[in-house]
């Protein structure tokens, strides 16, 4: 929807952009992660691993990896996940890595596993390894001379005698940094990104509002596009919320914003309209190419913010966050050195 | 105690209960009739989790005494479905992906679903409003607006319900809009939380905090509440077994405070009773003897000589200094044209998960302990219990429950151990659900920073020289403090080529609330300094902001600032690829607002203006527009 500018004079609009980058899975150490896949009656799939879906997304992105390495849809697809006595090592939810780490080991499991029914069938049909193919529930030779649902398929490798189970771990080899100069390879995989804000500001109330964000990242692949754009849109927000308004107050140790009546925190009334823009610029490095977007999507917001409050109104803000006071004060000031500057000429 | 004969219809059937008066409407449905969809997320009717309707007006059931709902017709979000299956707006939310971890849903859904009852032909600035008593802390509410957007169409019959259908049912997979595999039990209110779990011969327990920043603990006297009826156990530090302390980098946290208090909110003893309210008594019967110590709140006071020591182990009050060096940062400011200085803040912030944490801790029958909570890192969270509590690892199980929000603030583990020392005395399932008091003042913040910052250019903006000195208040206790120093210095000086190179970033304790994980970890508070300096550069420069970031760009080949050589790099593409998103106008970098060209398009929302609303003619339903 277009938004017309104002008429009146005290709400000024400005622009401000802002870059970021940040890397991909944990800082300066290795990193590892596991997982097993088990090709499963009726041609489903069963992937158990300690993941830990903190509402990110992360196992609908892992149900769709593993229905493309398998051949089947993702509603095949049961994940038993974040048990440590029942599944493998997969670590924490955080560091961005998630998709990267545990996306990769789920691939690597999966291959193996396929592998397992692949060779069964080949040596049935008579044909190479490689001439045949699995996709969307079928199992077939390249030449469509041969075919049967992934189903049969595991009923025939189960009458083999064989389960097409596999395993997968994945590394990212990031190494410590010296501890007199800090030189080191922290990641494998880097991500970049960039933003723009629109704010208005009210010059008489020293109110901020950010219409607008056009943001874009690279995340090496996108697995759910909705799901990134899901993952930036809730960055900005959050990120729009420390710019202008969430503040952690203690007094002498006494924390005094205890609640939510206390704390202020974005609604839909405060959020801008966020327009992304998702770049692939796959990671070398791993089987699937991805890398990540939970916490780069809140980099650039905040800078983006106070450059565009300058844009609008010539203050710059240099502590967070820029409340209606503190841009109230910053533009008094501004007024104030101006008319100094008056007198004295 | 007294009691209430309670009679109302919840969801189309009809409820007959003796309850205690004190319960709230939510209370009664989640504990009593074990409703459990309707999900308390801050218990003061500020973030609307709870919504429910009452006799068909939506209400928040935190703030309503179960007294109040006395007859009334109750619907809640397991109300929704139609026949077993998701309703317009539940299929609109999962369309959109509009749920991510799922805890404020309920309530979103039901305030949406009041929205379109009271106006069906509401547009996306009514839609805000409606949805304005209710906080979403994952989602950017973006897609919440277009799924209610969407769901109104199709109830309209502006839209077919086809548009609701999955996008790609036949693969590949890897790049398409697959519908989120938690949907359904999200937009139902059939997940349960941790908070939402119940067992047989359960417990509930309750923690004493500390009221002081910093204090000695003279004496810890628990024998009156153990003393109490129903009371089944309290837990102090005298129960762990093994090697107290936990912390992501170090272990520098006791369970629960041993001799000595380092902020306001810190555990010090539990209680495991037989009902809420017992075990809120209780602690009021635990006698603690402080004696008040001088409390460090600023780091620059805690890294004066001399300043008292908050750890004794260390003397200096510095829980980790990052440094890293490159060049010859002297020279290189020597050399630049110009040399630009200013100094940047950051503050605490809280994560804001609407899910308050909770825990729910057993025994396994064979004797394993299991603990069950929205834990972003089980595997870490057992290596720890276990040598906390002197149990072989495998005899102790993690399992993370859905989490209704993480943000790196469910990465310590702050009440997993004290679980679990309960759960070992009682040997009774044991419930721990915190108030949003008890997690914000308990859990950890995002760290503030102060950072100075200099900078030296060339004339053409190329950058010469940085020099970043970071101070962090990491406050009580290390918890990530250490990963956040080194991952701010390491993306402190941002995406650009830079020979001469000084960062440091100093992590110190002080007796504020610690300070722990949070999305972006330190890059965020190091990077807001970095881009907004270099556009305060770009005008001492007299340049566009945009060509001075794009003339220091790190490109492939290049060394990063830990002297790490890149392959492919993106920020270029990536950069003009918002910028022309955003149809951005070339130009100086001097307060040009008033002046460009380029505001105002579409990607903008309109400014906020509550109150009266211009609604267009065509857009009221026939028999309302009078």
């Known amino acids: ?345 | 105690m007294a009691s209430l004969d309670i009679q109302m219809t919840v969801n189309g059937r009809p409820v007959k209960q003796s309850v205690s008066p004190h319960l709230r409407l939510l209370d009664f449905l989640r504990e009593e009739l074990h409703w459990t969809g309707s999900k308390e997320g801050c218990g003061a009717g500020e973030c609307g989790s709870c919504s429910v309707f009452v006799d068909g007006v939506l209400m928040k059931s935190c703030l309503m005494p179960v007294a109040k709902a006395q007859h009334s017709e109750i619907e809640t979000i397991e109300g929704l479905e139609e026949q077993g299956k998701l309703n317009v707006l539940q299929q609109a939310f999962q369309k959109t992906g509009a749920s991510q971890c799922g805890y404020c849903i309920p309530g979103m859904m039901m305030a949406a679903t009041a929205a379109l009852r009271a106006n069906p032909y509401a547009g996306r600035e009514e839609i805000k409003e409606r949805l304005g008593g209710n906080i979403c802390r994952c989602t950017g509410y973006q897609k919440m607006f277009e799924a209610t957007e969407l769901a109104r169409d199709v109830m309209n019959g502006k839209l077919t319900i086809e548009v609701l259908k999955e996008e790609n049912e036949e693969g590949p997979f890897i790049g398409s809009n697959s519908f989120r595999i938690d949907t359904s039990s999200k937009v139902t209110g059939a997940l349960k939380y941790a908070g939402d779990m119940v067992m047989p011969q359960m417990l509930h327990m309750q923690v004493l905090r500390s009221p002081y920043p910093h204090a000695e603990i003279l004496e810890l006297d628990t024998s009156e509440a153990e003393a109490m009826a129903g009371v089944e156990a309290v837990v102090t530090h005298r129960d762990v077994k093994g090697i107290d302390g936990f912390g992501v980098f170090t272990d520098d946290q006791p369970v629960l405070a041993r001799g000595k208090v380092r902020y306001v909110g810190e555990a010090i003893a539990a209680v495991a009773a037989e009902d809420l309210l017992t075990a809120k008594e209780a602690l009021k019967k635990i006698k603690v003897r402080y004696r008040q110590l001088v409390a460090i709140t600023k780091t620059e006071d805690a890294i004066k000589p001399g300043a008292v020591i908050i750890h004794d182990d260390v003397p200096d009050n510095i829980v980790m200094h990052i440094p890293i060096r490159k060049g010859n940062v002297v020279k290189g400011m020597a050399e630049a044209d110009f040399v630009i200085e200013e100094t940047y803040y950051t503050q605490a912030v809280e994560h804001a998960y609407l899910e308050p944490e909770a825990g729910l801790a057993y025994l396994d029958a064979d004797g394993t302990l299991v603990i069950q909570s929205p834990s972003q890192n089980i595997t870490h969270h057992r290596q720890k219990l276990a040598k906390i509590l002197d149990m072989p690892v495998n005899r102790v199980r993690m399992i993370m429950s859905p989490v209704g929000g993480g943000f790196g603030g469910k990465e310590d583990m702050h009440y997993q151990g004290i679980l679990a020392l309960a759960v070992l005395k009682c040997r009774r399932p044991v419930r721990y659900v915190f108030t949003r008091e008890e997690s914000i003042i308990a859990s950890a913040k995002r760290h503030p920073f102060s950072i100075k910052y200099q900078l030296g250019l060339n004339r053409d903006g190329l950058i010469q020289a940085s020099k970043i000195h970071m101070l962090a208040d990491g406050g009580a206790y290390n918890c990530s403090t250490e990963g956040v120093m080194r991952k701010a210095a390491i993306l402190a000086a941002g995406p650009y080529a830079i020979e001469n190179l000084m960062v440091d970033a100093i992590g110190i304790y002080t007796n504020n609330t610690p300070s722990g994980a949070m999305r972006s970890f330190g890059a965020m508070q190091s990077q807001f300094a970095t881009e907004c300096h270099l556009d305060l550069c770009a005008e001492k420069l007299e340049m566009d902001p945009v060509e001075l970031r794009r003339k220091n760009f790190f490109k492939e080949g290049d060394e990063t600032h830990t002297r790490q050589e890149l392959g492919s790099v993106s920020m270029l593409e990536v950069f003009n690829s918002a910028l022309d998103l955003a149809d951005w106008e070339t130009g100086m970098s001097n307060s040009r607002g008033a002046t460009r060209s380029d505001l105002a398009q579409s990607g903008n929302r309109p400014p906020c203006t509550l109150g009266a609303r211009q609604i267009p003619l065509e857009t009221i339903p026939t028999g309302q527009a009078s």
């Open chain 1, 1 to 345: 929807m277009n938004a017309p500018l104002r008429k009146f004079p005290k709400q000024k609009r400005g622009r401000g952009v802002a870059a970021g980058w940040y890397g991909i899975a944990r800082t300066a150490t290795i990193d590892r992660a596991a997982a097993w896949a088990e090709l499963d009656d009726g041609g489903t799939a069963k992937i158990i691993t300690g993941v830990t879906e903190i509402g990110e997304g992360i196992l609908t992105v892992l149900a769709q990896i593993v229905a493309d390495e398998l051949g089947i849809r993702p509603k095949d697809v049961t994940i038993g996940d974040n048990d440590t006595a029942r599944s493998p090592e997969a670590a924490h939810a955080g560091a961005t890595r998630q998709t990267y780490m545990i996306g990769n080991a789920v691939a690597l499991a999966c291959r193996e596993a396929r592998q397992r029914l692949v060779k069964e069938i080949a040596q049935k049909w008579q044909v190479s390894e490689d001439d045949i193919i699995c996709s969307n529930g079928i199992i077939r030779t390249l030449d469509h001379s041969q075919s049967m649902t992934m189903s049969e398929a595991v009923k025939y490798c189960k009458n083999c005698g064989v389960v097409p189970v596999g395993s997968g771990t994945f590394t990212a080899n990031h190494t410590g940094l010296d501890p007199e100069n800090g030189s080191g390879n922290p990641w494998q995989a880097y991500v970049y990104g960039a933003q723009v804000a629109e704010v208005e500001v009210d010059t008489e109330t020293g109110e901020v509002q950010v219409l607008g964000v056009w943001a874009s990242h690279d995340v090496g692949r996108a697995v759910n596009p909705q799901g990134v754009e899901g993952q930036i849109e809730g960055g900005v927000v959050m990120a729009v919320g420390q710019t202008l308004m969430e503040d952690y107050k203690q007094e002498g140790g006494y924390p005094t914003s205890i609640n939510f009546a206390k704390y202020i925190l974005p609604t839909s009334l405060d959020v801008p309209q966020v327009n992304s823009v998702i770049i692939e610029d796959p990671d070398p490095l791993s089987p699937l190419g991805v890398k990540g977007i939970g916490e780069p999507s809140m980099i650039p917001t905040a800078p983006a913010i106070i450059n565009a409050i300058y844009d609008a109104v010539g203050v710059r803000i240099h502590s967070l966050p820029a409340t209606p006071e503190k841009v109230l004060a910053a533009l008094r000031e501004k007024r104030e050195r101006a008319d100094t500057h008056e007198m004295l000429a």
